[in-house]
Structure formats: structure tokens, C-alpha cells
């Protein structure tokens, strides 16, 4: 009898879980950085690079050229997502106003930025970050710092996963951009 609450208890958790989690990337919900409800759903179709962001880091610098990047292919249909976070020693304090400003004021940014989240793993990691990290992912494993990169084609599939010292407009992320540009 134990042994067939145990396995009743799992079934209904599995079932459970299956039924909150989203289907695929496009349907995690998400808030722009002026709290407004959106998802991935928003950018169907197009080629996304993902991107967890840092006001106050090493890499604040890589701003520059994810805007570059996304002005020289965005008709072509890319998209850069800008994702605050504030994991990795504290750099990322700011508001979302502040946020906003010190992005468009100090790299003219025109890219979409979302709400801040947490991308380690644990309780409060977004299901976003879960999903592009997690165990299933195409390219498992914890982010390392900020400014790390995760190109999803127009299909919604993982791409690419490019590390904080991969420049955005890098030979390597370029060619990857380029190819997930051409798939229609």
C-alpha cells in the first residue's frame, strides 16, 4: 500500500509539473524592464541573442557592441534581449529606471531590455535562465558572470551559448548570428 501511495504521489507530482511548465522557450512569461507582462512569443520568428547584463561589470563595455550588432542585422530579423541581473558581485543594483537611463544614455541602447531576474540556479532562478541552463538544455550549464550569451533561432531552438569574453561581434558569435539569419 505504501509503495502505491509513493507511486500515486510521484504520478500526480510529474503530472503537475507537466502541466505548469511551458512548452517550449517562447511561452516562459517574462515583464519588459517597465514591468509590462511579454514573453519570447513577442520576438516569434526572429533570431534572438540573450543576454544577461551589468551595469557596473568588466563587460558593461560589451553594450556597445550588442547595440552594433543589433542595428547592423535587426531587419534582417535579429533581436537583442537585454536581461539585467545583479548574480554576480552585485553589479547590476540599479532600478529599472535607472537601468534604462544608464543604458541609453551611456550606449545609446535601442535594443528591448527585460526585467531584472536571477540567473544562478536555485529557487528563485527564472524559468527562463532554467530552461536555457538546466539539464535538458542544448547547452547545459550554470552561467559563469555576466554578459553571457544564448542565441535561439527563429524556431525557438538553442543555437549557441557564448560565454562572457565572447564579444558580440566576435568572428565566432557574427558567423553564428549570420547562419541563424539565413534558416528560414
Same mark, same amino acid.
Given at each position: 500500500?505504501?509503495?502505491?501511495?509513493?507511486?500515486? $504521489?510521484?504520478?500526480?507530482?510529474?503530472?503537475? !509539473?507537466?502541466?505548469?511548465?511551458?512548452?517550449?522557450?517562447?511561452?516562459? +512569461?517574462?515583464? &519588459?524592464?517597465?514591468?509590462? +507582462? $511579454?514573453?519570447?512569443?513577442?520576438?516569434?520568428?526572429?533570431?534572438?541573442?540573450?543576454?544577461?547584463?551589468? *551595469?557596473? /561589470?568588466?563587460?558593461? @563595455?560589451?553594450?556597445?557592441?550588442?547595440?552594433?550588432? #543589433?542595428?547592423?542585422?535587426? &531587419?534582417?530579423?535579429?533581436? =537583442?534581449?537585454?536581461?539585467? /541581473?545583479?548574480?554576480?558581485?552585485?553589479?547590476?543594483?540599479? *532600478?529599472?529606471?535607472?537601468?534604462?537611463?544608464? /543604458? !541609453?544614455?551611456?550606449?545609446?541602447? $535601442?535594443?528591448?531590455?527585460?526585467?531584472?531576474?536571477? =540567473?544562478? +540556479? %536555485?529557487?528563485?532562478?527564472?524559468?527562463? #535562465?532554467?530552461?536555457? $541552463?538546466?539539464?535538458?538544455?542544448?547547452?547545459? %550549464?550554470?552561467?559563469?558572470?555576466?554578459?553571457?550569451?544564448?542565441?535561439?533561432?527563429? &524556431?525557438?531552438?538553442?543555437?549557441? @551559448?557564448?560565454?562572457?569574453?565572447?564579444?558580440?561581434?566576435?568572428?565566432?558569435? !557574427?558567423?553564428?548570428?549570420?547562419?541563424?539569419?539565413?534558416?528560414?
Amino acid at each position: 500500500m505504501k509503495l502505491k501511495l509513493i507511486t500515486v $504521489t510521484a504520478l500526480a507530482a510529474l503530472a503537475l !509539473t507537466s502541466l505548469a511548465a511551458p512548452a517550449s522557450l517562447k511561452d516562459i +512569461p517574462l515583464h &519588459d524592464l517597465a514591468g509590462k +507582462p $511579454t514573453s519570447l512569443k513577442a520576438y516569434e520568428g526572429k533570431v534572438l541573442l540573450v543576454v544577461n547584463v551589468a *551595469s557596473q /561589470c568588466g563587460y558593461t @563595455r560589451q553594450y556597445k557592441p550588442l547595440e552594433s550588432t #543589433y542595428r547592423k542585422y535587426k &531587419d534582417q530579423g535579429l533581436v =537583442v534581449l537585454g536581461i539585467p /541581473c545583479n548574480d554576480f558581485g552585485n553589479q547590476e543594483p540599479g *532600478s529599472p529606471a535607472e537601468i534604462q537611463a544608464f /543604458c !541609453t544614455s551611456k550606449f545609446d541602447v $535601442t535594443f528591448p531590455l527585460l526585467e531584472k531576474v536571477k =540567473v544562478k +540556479p %536555485g529557487p528563485e532562478q527564472h524559468p527562463l #535562465y532554467a530552461a536555457l $541552463t538546466g539539464k535538458d538544455s542544448a547547452f547545459p %550549464g550554470e552561467i559563469k558572470w555576466n554578459f553571457g550569451k544564448f542565441l535561439i533561432g527563429r &524556431d525557438g531552438q538553442l543555437l549557441a @551559448r557564448f560565454e562572457s569574453g565572447d564579444e558580440p561581434d566576435s568572428p565566432k558569435v !557574427t558567423a553564428a548570428i549570420e547562419k541563424a539569419l539565413a534558416a528560414k
